[in-house]
Structure formats: C-alpha cells, structure tokens
C-alpha cells in the first residue's frame, strides 16, 4: 500500500508540475513576443498598412498563393526582426468570399503528406495552403539567408495566424515538421505555433496524432463568446465531412467581455490581452488545462434555452401531428363515405337495368327452347312415323316379291334344266 500511496504521489506531483510549467511557459511567450504575434497577424492582410517604425523595425516579406507561376492573391507577410532574432510567418484570415468559399469547402482530404498516415485534414483550407507552399517557402529561405550563420541557430521561427490564418498556421507548422526543409546547413524548424480564434481543421484522430508531438508546441487563444473557433465545420456532419474535426494543443480561454462587441475581431484579442494582468493570463491559461470545455455562462444560459425550446416545440410539434392525422383520418372516412353513397347512386339504376335484361334474357330463352324443343319433337315424331310406313311397303314388297318368286317358275331353257311337275 506504501508503495502504492508513494507512486499515486509522484504521478499527482508530476501532473501540477507540468501544468505549473506550462501556464509559465505560455505567460512567458505571450509576454515576450505578443507585439510580434499580433503585427504578424495584422500586417498580413491585405488591408493593414504598416506604420513606418513597423517598417524601420522589421523586416517584411509578403507571400502570395499561386496559379503556376501566376501570382493570385496574398495569402500572408514573413516578419523578421534582427534584434530578438525571431522570425513570424503570419497567415492573414478571411478576407472575401473566396475565404468563405474555402471555409464551407470542409471535406475531408488525407493528411499523408503532412506526416498523419491514415488521417485527414480540411480540404479547403489544405488545397489554400499548397498553393502558397512554394512561394512562403521561397521567401522564408530568402530571409533566412539574409542572417549570418552564427545567429541561424539560435533563430526562432513561429507560425501564427488569426481566423482562417490560424488554421492555415497550423497545416503550416506540421508541414515544416513533416518536410524538414533546410537553408544551406540550417534545417527549419518551427519553434511554436499561436492561433487566434482559428477554426477546427483536423480530424479527431489527427489531432491526437498532433497533440502528441506539438501540444506544448501550440497555443490556441479562444474566446467563448467568438463562435468560429467552435465551428467543425457541423454543418458538413449530414455529408461527408459527418467525421468530426478537433483542436490540438494548449487553450487559453479569454474572461467574457461586459460589452457586446465583435468577439471574433483580432482587435478584440489584441486589447483583450494587452488589457490583463499576467495573472489574469494564468488564470485563464488554468481555466482551459482544468476544464475541457469551461462554458461561459451565457453559453450554459442558451444550452437550457435551447433544451427547453426543443422540448416545448416536440410537444407542440406531436399534438399538431396527432391532430392532423386524425383530420386526415376523419377526411379519408368522409371521403370514402360520399364516394360510396355516390357510386350507390350510380350503380343502382344500373343494376335494376341488369336485372331487368337478365330477366327478360332468361323468359326469351325459356321460350326459344320451348318452341325449339315442341318443333324438334314434332319432327321426331313425323320422322318416327314416316319410318315405321316405310318399313312396312319395304317389309309388303318383300312379301309380295317372295310369293310372286314361288308361284311363277322359271324358264331355265338356257341351261338344259327343266322344272318337274
């Protein structure tokens, strides 16, 4: 038992301590590098324009999705800054319908090129990313080369995005783990990841293949109030997309603001932090290791609505069906009667008719056969009688023959025979 109590203790402890570590871990991060996350972030829209200290500060490097060699649309900005030797590769959101269009594109396509065999990975997003591979990758070497090699291996890159960015910062990070893509001896690796509201983008058993390897790797900032981080997308549940996505890595769940605004805005979260205290950040951070899904009361308040409505709309929804089923029956019934008093009238003279012409069929029939039967025995009778005379001339002739034959002998001078007296 003593050694029992003595393991249950070490596993206990090691579970607070890596939590401890990763709500220090993550406070650390967001203290250190939040002014670079959030301009990675804003500078790579396409309508964000960077104040000139911005520019003078860091070093920018746009990248676009192509169509071949054709350049289509910007898909983010490489931001640089030599003096904290840190490289941002920021993916911007949705920005037009065309983003839209990829986020409800939510089939699911195999992540086997990304280092999940046998997983999947939200097809809109993933065919946006591959098209902007080739250029991001082009321009993030271009940058690298420009550091001396001293400084490359204490380089840190970070991937991060906000809405459809963090999604596509995501497939980015494990693309990069997966691939392994070096700038002379220099292998790229991503040091960390941070999402803002980003969107579900992997399918259960790829986030679990995921967290194993980049949880602490990984910081989601959520809002309970901002409903994209939420989305499966569910609405592709009733097709093929029915398997569900899932978010990997470490959550930290923002307080819910006192004043209705656009939760999903990444102004909300750049305020929000820039608003609290480290402790506040941990208190948060703790919320999300504590709880897998710590609802905002509202969001409890709307569930009870919701299961209540769901109720109340059942209830109403059989009495109206009852009732509509038994007018449909008492109708079918009403229906049914009318239709047979009618045919009752129809039918009726017709069947007297009927019965009429059968009858009568049957007295003409009853008389043919009389008078055909009288005629057919008047004939038998006179053929009877005929026959019966006949057979007596015949019979009298016979006779008659016969006597003549023995009263009168013949001659029989031909034949030398003569008759004795």
């Not at 097809?123 to 420009?146: E, H, M």
């Not at 509201?197 to 399918?203: E, F, L, T």
């Not at 059989?318 to 089923?325: D, G, L, N």
Request: proline share 4%; glycine share 6%.
């Amino acid at each position: 038992m003593k050694k029992i109590y003595f393991i249950v203790c070490l596993v206990v402890t090691a579970i607070f301590s890596y939590a401890h570590d990763t709500i220090s871990q993550i406070t650390q991060f967001l203290t250190q590098y939040g002014e670079h996350v959030f301009e990675a972030c804003n500078v790579s829209y396409n309508n964000y324009t960077p104040s000139p200290e911005t520019l003078n500060r860091f070093m920018l490097k746009d990248f676009f999705a192509t169509n071949g060699d054709v350049e289509v649309e910007k898909s983010g900005t490489i931001l640089y800054d030599a003096l904290a030797n840190c490289i941002f590769i920021g993916f911007r959101g949705s920005e037009n319908l065309a983003d839209l269009k990829r986020g409800l594109y939510a089939f699911q396509q195999p992540a086997d090129k990304l280092g999940a065999k046998g997983c999947h990975v939200h097809a809109g997003y993933y065919d946006y990313y591959t098209k902007s591979r080739n250029s991001l990758l082009t321009q993030l070497k271009a940058v690298i080369k420009t550091i001396p090699r001293k400084q490359r291996t204490k380089l840190s890159l970070f991937t991060c995005g906000h809405s459809m960015g963090g999604a596509l910062a995501s497939i980015a990070h494990a693309d990069l783990l997966h691939r392994k893509q070096r700038v002379n001896n220099y292998m790229i690796r991503v040091n960390k990841t941070i999402t803002f509201g980003a969107p579900k983008v992997w399918c259960k058993d790829a986030a679990t293949y995921f967290n194993s390897k980049l949880a602490s790797k990984t910081i989601r900032v959520n809002h309970w109030d901002d409903p994209i981080q939420h989305l499966s997308p569910s609405i592709g549940n009733l097709l093929y997309w029915c398997k569900h996505y899932a978010h990997y890595g470490q959550a930290v769940n923002l307080p819910p603001h006192p004043v209705n605004v656009n939760s999903h805005s990444l102004s909300f979260y750049q305020e929000t932090l820039a608003n609290m205290r480290p402790t506040s950040i941990q208190t948060a951070i703790e919320q999300a290791l504590n709880y897998s899904h710590p609802y905002h009361p509202l969001l409890v308040t709307s569930h009870k609505m919701a299961a209540a409505t769901k109720k109340v709309v059942g209830s109403l929804v059989k009495t109206a069906t009852k009732k509509v089923a038994q007018s449909t029956l008492d109708g079918g019934a009403f229906v049914a009667r009318k239709a047979a008093e009618a045919a009752s009238a129809v039918c009726s003279p017709v069947w007297s008719a009927a019965t009429s012409l059968f009858n009568a069929t049957q007295k003409l029939a009853s008389t043919t056969l009389g008078v055909i039967g009288d005629a057919a025995k008047g004939a038998a009778e006179g053929i009877n009688r005929l026959a019966e005379a006949t057979t007596r001339q015949v019979f009298r002739g016979f006779r008659a023959l016969r006597h003549f034959v023995n009263r009168t002998p013949p001659t029989n001078a031909g034949f030398g025979f003569v008759r004795g007296s």
